[in-house]
């Protein structure tokens, strides 16, 4: 039997004992799936758990590595994807009552790739119904609930995939975001959440949000397994209109060389005032520990990104009502409550309101642009708090997402909506055990970078070592 | 209402009425309707200072398989 300690093994740490067939990739899924049945009634992760897959896949793993075969790194590595990932032969809902029965004929780009990697997917996670809000409290297929504690909200709209990465039901999850979907769930459930660069990742074969905001990106234990899951899926794809064609660099081969020299900007004004104070402290001891290892720190002001949130809010609104028309007038009854009402509310942003919000975020991007000439990375807390009450949702954005002022919401916001690569790991807990993160954002491209500066930091503090106390 | 005043819960309901939401559904997204519609308005003062937008779309120069 493979207990906790293989559960939350990382994939760097598994993938050489499956190559030297030490450890079989049968073995670790059929643990990985009673681990599933054992805790995913409590936690909600999964709306489709994919066992028969599953073991076919770990036994077609385990021939093809005793044949020599050996694929690479997610070779027999048992992985999720949200369910907005098409997945032939296996429904793919959305989180919605809509599509509750949809099941596809072809898989998406992502689920492709990852099953040419060898990977071995367990099963589809739960989400906020069409990735339409912020709690992965779903009308339709229950709570996502936070390993940490029961009580408390995963974030989302990615959130049965930090769930699930958090309690050990999968080595790592696909997750998606348009305005922060990757990486508050990341926070809020103590894992490493990556947000590549606009295009690095194919979203064909998802299920949209609003199609200029989309990415792809993965939910894992450490930093070094959110790179070697993004060198798996990164890549042009001639049918995601958006993909960049800049091939796909090596994103793992440099991850060890230390921060020393670089130059970490920190845009105070966007949080000072708006975080919890334990969030604060941790976040300050975090810049400490950067600067310990090299890092120079290096105050920086961005006024634009104070329109960061209504920007983004502009452009979401218009375009995720624009993907929803027929449905949301042809089958209002089967939304949820929260998502039906903010389609709806998409319809208040007109074609000029649409039009200026793009202006907008090129005048953001150029500031932000600029500023990468005077540093390498901005760093901020992830978020302003840590998990909030499933009995109390997550308010906070409801009715500020067209207000413009400073604070956090801000950057989580901004670095979807420029397209540049932002990554969340833990940094510390609060006095009531729940995970606080820290944030590394990049310039346009260079996920290297921010990879490099969060592994250093990673290898400096013990906070991903923790496990959350449901054992 | 004065001159020179908006009335943004009128704008806001009819502008939902022809997006072809029902009546009966208004009453319950009027509030946050109205807040974003004055958020939306204040933005206007920005225009002079914005730049083109990046380009959104490319030439497409061979068909999709």
């Not at chain 1, 989400?127 to 996502?144: L, Q, S």
């Not at chain 1, 001891?285 to 290096?298: F, Q, R, Y």
């Not at chain 1, 009402?341 to 500031?367: F, H, N, P």
């Not at chain 2, 519609?37 to 398989?65: K, Y």
Request: include cysteine; glycine fraction near 10%; charged fraction near 20%.
């Amino acid at each position: 039997v493979i207990g906790p300690d293989l559960a939350y093994a990382r994939i760097s740490e598994l993938a050489p004992l499956i190559r030297k067939r030490e450890v079989s990739p049968v073995e670790v899924t059929d643990a990985v799936l009673e681990r599933i049945d054992r805790l995913n009634p409590t936690i909600n992760a999964y709306i489709t758990v994919t066992s028969d897959v599953a073991r076919d896949r770990a036994r077609l793993a385990e021939r093809e590595i005793a044949d020599g075969h050996y694929r690479g790194p997610l070779h027999g590595i048992p992985y999720s994807l949200k369910d907005l990932y098409l997945t032939a032969g296996i429904r793919t809902t959305g989180g919605s009552r809509i599509l509750r029965d949809n099941v596809p004929t072809e898989d998406s780009t992502v689920a492709q790739l990852l099953r040419e990697a060898g990977g071995i997917l367990v099963g589809k996670t739960n989400m906020h119904e069409f990735a339409y809000g912020t709690t992965t409290i779903n009308p339709h297929y229950g709570t996502a609930r936070n390993p940490w504690d029961l009580d408390r909200v995963t974030a989302g709209s990615s959130g049965g995939s930090s769930a699930a990465t958090a309690a050990g039901l999968g080595f790592a999850s696909m997750g998606s975001e348009t305005g922060f979907s990757i990486r508050r769930p990341a926070a809020f459930c103590g894992v490493v959440g990556l947000k590549p660069t606009y295009g690095r990742v194919s979203r064909h074969g998802m299920l949209p949000a609003a199609w200029s905001l989309d990415h792809a990106g993965p939910l894992t234990r450490s930093v070094e397994d959110a790179a070697l899951v993004l060198q798996a899926i990164a890549g042009h794809d001639r049918r995601d209109p958006a993909s960049s064609d800049r091939g796909r660099p090596d994103f793992v081969g440099g991850i060890g060389h230390g921060v020393a020299g670089l130059r970490v900007g920190l845009p105070r004004h966007h949080y000072e005032h708006s975080v919890e104070p334990a969030v604060g402290a941790a976040f300050d001891a975090a810049v400490a520990t950067l600067a310990s290892l090299g890092a120079v720190p290096v105050e920086i002001r961005l006024p634009r990104v104070a329109y960061a949130t209504v920007t983004s809010s502009i452009i979401m609104y218009a375009e995720v009502t624009a993907a929803h028309d027929r449905w949301i007038h042809e089958r209002p009854e089967d939304y949820g409550e929260d998502t039906r009402g903010r389609v709806r509310l998409g319809y208040c942003v007109g074609a000029v309101d649409y039009a200026r919000g793009q202006r907008m975020r090129r005048w953001i991007a150029e500031e932000i642009a600029a500023t990468f000439r005077d540093v390498d990375v901005i760093a901020s807390p992830t978020t302003p708090q840590v998990a909030t009450p499933i009995a109390g949702g997550l308010p906070a954005l409801r009715d500020q997402g067209f207000e413009v002022a400073d604070g956090l919401y801000n950057l989580l916001r901004l670095y979807a909506l420029i397209g540049i690569p932002a990554i969340a790991i833990p940094c510390g807990f609060s006095p009531d055990g729940l995970p606080i993160s820290l944030s590394i954002a990049g310039s346009a491209y260079d996920e290297a970078t921010i990879l490099r500066v969060a592994h250093a930091y990673e290898q400096a503090t013990t906070w991903s070592q923790r496990r959350p106390p449901i054992d | 209402m004065t001159m020179g005043q908006v009335d943004h819960a009128s704008i806001t309901r009819q502008r939902l009425l022809a997006a072809g939401v029902p009546e009966d559904a208004i009453p319950d997204l009027l509030e946050r309707a109205v807040a974003i519609v004055a958020g939306l308005e204040r933005l206007a003062e920005l225009d002079p200072q914005l730049p083109e937008p990046a380009l959104i779309w490319q030439p497409v120069d061979e068909v999709q398989a």
